[in-house]
C-alpha cells in the first residue's frame, strides 16, 4: 500500500552507543500519524539491529542497509535476510548506488536479493539512479527503466506491492546537488508509468516512490510537495535527529 515514508540510511556510520542515542532521539521527537499513512524506517549498521526497538504503534520500523542473497551457508562476511529479520528489521535496501559502484553489484544479483528479502519476510527499498555523465547524455530514464526491470518485474504483482522503490540519482548522493523538484518529479511519475507498462494502473499508483539525494530541511517541502514524490531516504542528514525530525515535518505537512 502506498505511504509516505522517511527512511534513513546511517551508513557505516555510528558506534553501537552513538546509534542506540541517535535511535532514541528520532523516536522520542517521532509524531506517530493516527492515520498510519506516514512511516519512518531506519537503516542502522547491522550491528544495531538487536540493540534498538522499532515501534510499529509509533509508525517506527527498522531496516538492513543491504542483505546477501543467499539465507545461510559458507559466505564469510554476509548477512542474510534471515538474519535481518531475527533481529527486528521489516524492511532492507537492496541496490544502494554504494552497493553498485563500490562493491560491483549488478541487477542480476540485486534481483536475487530482492527474492531473498521476500522469500524471508522483509520488504526491499530498491533504489535506481543514473550517474551524472548518464544524465548529461539524456540516458537517465533508459538506466533507471533497466535497473527496474532487471531488477524487479520478474516479481509476481503481490510481491511487487512488497517493494518500495527509491530514486536516487547518483550525482546527488552525499554531493550536495539535489535533484530540483521538476528533475524529481519527472522521474518518478515516469517510475509509475514503467510500473504500469509491467503491472497496472492500481499497482503504479499504489506503490510507494522515495526521492534520495542530499534531501536536507532547506529543500525537503519542495521536493515533497510533488505529487509523485511519496517520501525520502535520507542519508546525511539522518545522522542527526534534529534535521531528520524536521524533513519529516515538511513530508508531514505535504501530505494533503
Ligand atoms: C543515501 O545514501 O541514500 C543518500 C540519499 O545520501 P545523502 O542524503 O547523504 O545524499
Not at 11 to 16: D, G, H, P
Not at 112 to 126: E, H, M, Q, S, T
Not at 188 to 216: P, Q, W
Request: net charge negative.
Amino acid at each position: 500500500m502506498r505511504k509516505n515514508i522517511l527512511a534513513a540510511n546511517w551508513k557505516m556510520n555510528t558506534s553501537a552507543s552513538e546509534g542506540l542515542a541517535l535511535f532514541n532521539e528520532v523516536k522520542s521527537g517521532w509524531n506517530a500519524d493516527p492515520g498510519g499513512n506516514l512511516i519512518c524506517i531506519i537503516a542502522p549498521p547491522s550491528t544495531h539491529l538487536s540493540l534498538i526497538n522499532a515501534d510499529s504503534e509509533k509508525g517506527i520500523y527498522c531496516a538492513g542497509q543491504n542483505c546477501s542473497d543467499q539465507d545461510n551457508g559458507a559466505y564469510t562476511g554476509e548477512i542474510s535476510a534471515v538474519m535481518l529479520k531475527s533481529v527486528g528489521a521489516d524492511f532492507v535496501i537492496i541496490g544502494h548506488s554504494e552497493r553498485r559502484s563500490i562493491f560491483g553489484e549488478k541487477n542480476n544479483l540485486l534481483k536475487r536479493k530482492v527474492d531473498a528479502a521476500i522469500r524471508n519476510g522483509l520488504f526491499p527499498i530498491y533504489c535506481c539512479g543514473e550517474q551524472q555523465g548518464e544524465r548529461e547524455d539524456g540516458n537517465q530514464e533508459d538506466v533507471v527503466r533497466g535497473q527496474l526491470q532487471e531488477g524487479l518485474f520478474h516479481l509476481s504483482a503481490e510481491d511487487f506491492g512488497k517493494v518500495i522503490v527509491a530514486y536516487e540519482p547518483v550525482w546527488a548522493i552525499g554531493t550536495g546537488m539535489t535533484a530540483t523538484p521538476e528533475q524529481a518529479q519527472e522521474m518518478h511519475s515516469f517510475i509509475r508509468t514503467v510500473i504500469e507498462e509491467n503491472y497496472n494502473k492500481e499497482i503504479a499508483m499504489d506503490t510507494s516512490v522515495l526521492y534520495g539525494g542530499s534531501c536536507n530541511p532547506a529543500n525537503a517541502n519542495d521536493l515533497f510537495a510533488n505529487e509523485d514524490v511519496d517520501g525520502g531516504l535520507i542519508g546525511g542528514a539522518s545522522l542527526i535527529a534534529g534535521d531528520f525530525l524536521q524533513i519529516a515535518k515538511s513530508l508531514s505537512s505535504s501530505i494533503p
